[in-house]
Every structure is written in structure tokens, then in C-alpha cells.
């Protein structure tokens, strides 16, 4: 019972590259998120999944595009990385009619 | 976006005292939610709290839902190195898939 994953642990891109963000949960719920998280700004919600098939933005969605691509799997997909995207990109799931949010170990990602 | 005032920011103790921080907001929430981030690691769920005046411990922590509904407190008592590490209020309101966050309290324990 591995809660909430995500692969990679570290990366480094340069500005341009894409990339995709994996997170997979084993904990059965339906709700997903993608946070970024950086000195001094707190956690920001990127996009969420309330639900398998469907996708909303949430406070700081532009550059980035996610796809939630069963139950388990949420993904979050940089198309062109840009500097100011370098964070600490942290996944989490929620199950219905609870409001704790589980999170996942995070991604530290660092664009030059 | 809105982010919750925690205080105190930053706290200095040594290993075997109390602590107590709070979380306060401008809007009421009916969830409020305690968690610890350690270095390089994403934030553990420590209390989770869903009833106005609420007192839940989890150990040696202790945790209470304000009566206003406005606010949140966090105690741990004998502080341990162990409990080093950056500590995170949460609020919430049901149907609303989005937390709000306190900006931290950074706890440090002198040995």
C-alpha cells in the first residue's frame, strides 16, 4: 500500500523542453490534484480531477495541462518548461465526503 | 489567493518544550486540517478536525477547531528532534474541492 506516488523524484530541464509529471494512487479516490509549491508563496493548486474523466483548472493553471487517465493515475504535462516553473510540484487525492487531502512526496523540478 | 495567517512564523525551542501555534481566517470553515512537511518531503496529515470547538490528539499533539470557526490551534507538548519541520494549517468548507492554506510555522528544536 503505497499511498501516493510520484516519478520522477528530481529533474532538470532547459527552457522549452516538455515534460510529464506522474502521480498514481493506490488509496481508491476520486478526487486528484496537482500543487506547486514555492519559497514563500505557500502550496498552490494547479489543476484538479474531482473525478475520473474530468479536469478543472485551479489558481495558477497556465503552462501547464494534466489528464486524468484512469482512477489511479493523474498526470500533469509541462508543453514549453519556462524558469518560473521551477517548484516543487506536489500531488494529492482526496476521497469523497472527506476533505483531508493525502499528499505524495513531490518532484523537484528546476528549468534553466 | 487567500492564504491563512499562521503564527508564529518561526520558533526556536528546546527539546522537551511545549508548543502552540494557531491559524487564523477571515472566512469560516467547517473542515480545518493540521499537517507537517519535513526537508524534502510533501506534507503528512496530522488532525484533521470537523466540529466548532473540537479537541482532537493524534500523540502529542493536540489540536482545536475555534469556536468561531474562524480559527485553529496546534499544540505538541515534550517537544522532540523529531519534531522539527515545517507545520501547515489547512480550512475547507464540504463541496468545495479546494483548500485553503496557512503560510507555516517553522519549528526548530536547540538541543
Known amino acids: 500500500n503505497a499511498g501516493v506516488t510520484q516519478t520522477p523524484k528530481f529533474q532538470v530541464l532547459k527552457t522549452g523542453q516538455s515534460m510529464t509529471l506522474q502521480c498514481a494512487q493506490d488509496m481508491n479516490h476520486n478526487s486528484m490534484y496537482w500543487y506547486r509549491q514555492d519559497p514563500g508563496m505557500g502550496l498552490r493548486l494547479i489543476y484538479y480531477s474531482a473525478s475520473e474523466g474530468t479536469t478543472d483548472k485551479g489558481e495558477v493553471p497556465n503552462g501547464y495541462n494534466v489528464s486524468r487517465l484512469n482512477k489511479r493515475e493523474f498526470s500533469l504535462r509541462l508543453e514549453s518548461a519556462a524558469p518560473s516553473q521551477t517548484s516543487v510540484y506536489f500531488c494529492?487525492?482526496?476521497?469523497?465526503?472527506?476533505?483531508?487531502?493525502?499528499f505524495g512526496p513531490g518532484t523537484r523540478l528546476t528549468v534553466l | 489567493g487567500q492564504q491563512l495567517n499562521q503564527s508564529p512564523q518561526s520558533m526556536f525551542i528546546q527539546e522537551g518544550e511545549d508548543v502552540s501555534m494557531n491559524c487564523t481566517s477571515s472566512s469560516i470553515f467547517n473542515t480545518w486540517l493540521w499537517y507537517k512537511q519535513e526537508p524534502g518531503e510533501g506534507p503528512v496529515l496530522l488532525i484533521a478536525?470537523?466540529?466548532?470547538?473540537e479537541l482532537t490528539s493524534n500523540g502529542r499533539l493536540t489540536a482545536q477547531f475555534g469556536i468561531t470557526r474562524k480559527d485553529s490551534f496546534l499544540n505538541i507538548s515534550a517537544s522532540i528532534p523529531s519534531d522539527v519541520g515545517i507545520y501547515f494549517c489547512a480550512g475547507n468548507n464540504f463541496g468545495n474541492e479546494k483548500l485553503t492554506f496557512g503560510t507555516g510555522t517553522r519549528l526548530t528544536i536547540i538541543p
Open positions: 478536525l470537523y466540529k466548532a470547538g
Open positions: 494529492a487525492t482526496r476521497q469523497t465526503s472527506y476533505n483531508e487531502q493525502f
